[in-house]
């Protein structure tokens, strides 16, 4: 949930301007809970988390940042 919401974030929604400081905060967010949950996460959930913040991230640096 907490990646829908920076990637709406990022790219605007439903007419809305995007609004990156918002998705950085939710993108370090979710780089924390990947830093807090190392080791307790199965190999499955653990490789969701790494793409879903590459992705992520790379979606905000091409945004301009």
Request: net charge negative; aromatic share 8%; proline share 0%.
């Given at each position: 949930m907490l990646a829908q919401q920076a990637?709406?974030?990022l790219t605007g929604a439903e007419g809305l301007p995007p609004h990156p400081e918002e998705a950085r905060?939710?993108?370090d967010c979710l780089g924390a809970l990947e830093a807090?949950?190392?080791?307790?996460?199965?190999?499955?959930?653990?490789?969701?988390?790494?793409n879903v913040?590459?992705?992520l991230r790379s979606a905000?640096?091409?945004g301009g940042r």
């Open positions: 990637e709406l974030m905060r939710l993108i807090k949950t190392g080791g307790n996460l199965s190999l499955e959930e653990s490789q969701i988390l790494t913040l590459y992705q905000f640096v091409q």
